[in-house]
């Protein structure tokens, strides 16, 4: 089982939620890579793994920030129907647009992938939103065991 976090972060923020989202993750034995997108050297073959959380910042007025545009066009070209995906960011609400770039990211991967769980953080996260960390998590798990169970039925359909 292949799973992968790809984030952006300036001053930190996101990369403590996706800090967290991972330890979660590990506390369900489920091991996971995690990649800045700058360093991400699978970008053209994102369906190499089972499951992406992506994990960004907004930046402007409700923008994706610019070094994740290239994965998100990655997403858009590539067949992915079957990589089970997240989307978790920070944001200011201080903004009109509260989190827009995770807004963006989920409509695309809801129509790309097989998009399980959204989750939208003000600023750092703080222990009272570790609970919603928590479901996000457990949404991803439980969506790629069933596209497990899946593919598997597909397995014994085609070679029976
Ligand atoms: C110039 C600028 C524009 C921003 N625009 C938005 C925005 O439209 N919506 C939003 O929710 N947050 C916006 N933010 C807030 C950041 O997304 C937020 O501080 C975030 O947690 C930063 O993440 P990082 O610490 O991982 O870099 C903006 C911040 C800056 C500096």
Request: net charge negative.
């Amino acid at each position: 089982m292949k799973v992968a976090i790809i984030y952006t972060s300036v001053t930190g923020n996101t990369r403590d939620l996706v800090d967290t989202i991972n330890q979660i993750f590990l506390r369900h034995s489920f091991n996971v890579e995690v990649f800045s997108v700058t360093q991400f050297p699978y970008l053209n073959q994102l369906n190499r793994f089972d499951a992406i959380v992506v994990g960004t910042y907004t930046w402007g007025d409700g923008d994706v920030p610019m070094e994740m545009k290239e994965l998100f066009h990655a997403f858009e070209k590539q067949d992915v129907k079957s990589v089970t995906t997240g989307i978790v960011g920070t944001g200011d609400s201080f903004y009109p647009k509260f989190c827009g770039a995770v807004d963006e990211f989920r409509d695309m991967l809801y129509v790309q992938t097989n998009l399980a769980a959204t989750l939208k953080i003000e600023l750092v996260p703080q222990l009272l939103d570790l609970s919603r960390c928590e479901r996000f998590v457990m949404s991803m798990i439980l969506r790629i065991e069933r596209m497990q169970e899946e593919r598997k039925k597909q397995d014994r359909f085609l070679y029976s």
